[in-house]
């Protein structure tokens, strides 16, 4: 199980939803690495609200300002990551699916300048919904097999590769994420599975050139051992960086025509 520090911020997430949402709120369901393969030390706690209605501006305001104070990114605080989908938007499954409110910790200065969630298209819910079912871990409410239809592997491919020129525009920035990112996509074209990062990473070192492995090789290193801030690459490995990435590219890209 989880340590106390990692319970208390889902039991504070939990019930910031559930005195947002009131008689509204259908379930809460982990999802991510916490139900995949177990949490890194830079994981997200990944939380998925379904609800029977769109929230007011008012409902935003004070979720808002509540997963400021429990999400955080040091030793004893993780960042959290809630996304809230009204049941009827998800259900029947159609893609893209529309997502009504999503805070994460690389939104925070936006919020912090006065934004507020607003809903909107958001193809990763189809990624979101896969694993919150595979993972059957609901922290309020019925099982998700109740409340969620599962997702066809043809949407699971349309939104893995959707959201890949925004990856692109971060590796400099954000390169362990990116690369780890860019390896599960390829994984999940290839087998239909969403595999934890580390595991996909396995995966997809096995099929790789020697001469593209180093990169992802300390991606997963970084992952399985330090935070974020802690992390350093070599200038050799910068150098490797890009074209370890246009390599996978290519290789998701054969992919996709296969499977279209």
């Known amino acids: 199980m989880y340590d106390t520090d990692v319970m208390d911020q889902l039991e504070r997430t939990v019930d910031a939803v559930r005195a947002t949402l ?3 709120l259908v379930g809460t369901y982990l999802h991510g690495s916490a139900v995949l393969g177990g949490l890194a030390p830079a994981s997200d706690l990944d939380v998925l609200a379904v609800t029977r209605r769109s929230l007011g501006d008012r409902q935003r305001r004070s ?3 509540a997963l400021l104070e429990i999400s955080g990114l040091t030793s004893t605080v993780r960042p959290v990551e809630l996304t809230v989908v009204v049941q009827s938007e998800v259900r029947p499954w159609r893609f893209p699916p529309a997502g009504d409110f999503l805070y994460g910790e690389w939104l925070r200065e936006e919020y912090e300048a006065g934004g507020i969630p607003q809903p909107g298209p958001m193809p990763d819910l189809a990624l979101v919904i896969t694993m919150a079912l595979a993972g059957d871990r609901p922290l309020a409410g019925p099982r998700p097999a109740e409340v969620l239809d599962p997702v066809p592997h ?3 491919v349309r939104a893995s590769v959707a959201g890949i020129p925004e990856l692109l525009a971060e590796l400099d920035e954000d390169t362990r994420n990116v690369v780890l990112t860019l390896a599960r996509i390829w994984t999940t074209l290839d087998t239909g599975e969403i595999k934890p990062k580390d595991a996909a990473a396995d995966w997809a070192l096995a099929r790789l050139p020697p001469q593209h492995r180093p990169v ?7 992952y ?3 935070r974020y801030q802690d992390e350093v690459w070599s200038d050799e490995l910068k150098a490797q960086i890009r074209p370890h ?4 590219l290519t290789r998701i890209n054969d992919l996709r025509r296969r499977q279209e």
Not at 216 to 222: D, P, Q, S
Not at 245 to 248: K, N, S, T
């Open 216 to 222: 992802l090789e300390h991606a997963r290193n970084l």
């Open 245 to 248: 990435a246009e390599d996978v």
């Open 154 to 156: 043809a949407d699971l």
């Open 22 to 24: 009131g008689p509204e």
């Open 224 to 226: 399985l051992t330090c």
């Open 63 to 65: 979720l808002l300002r």
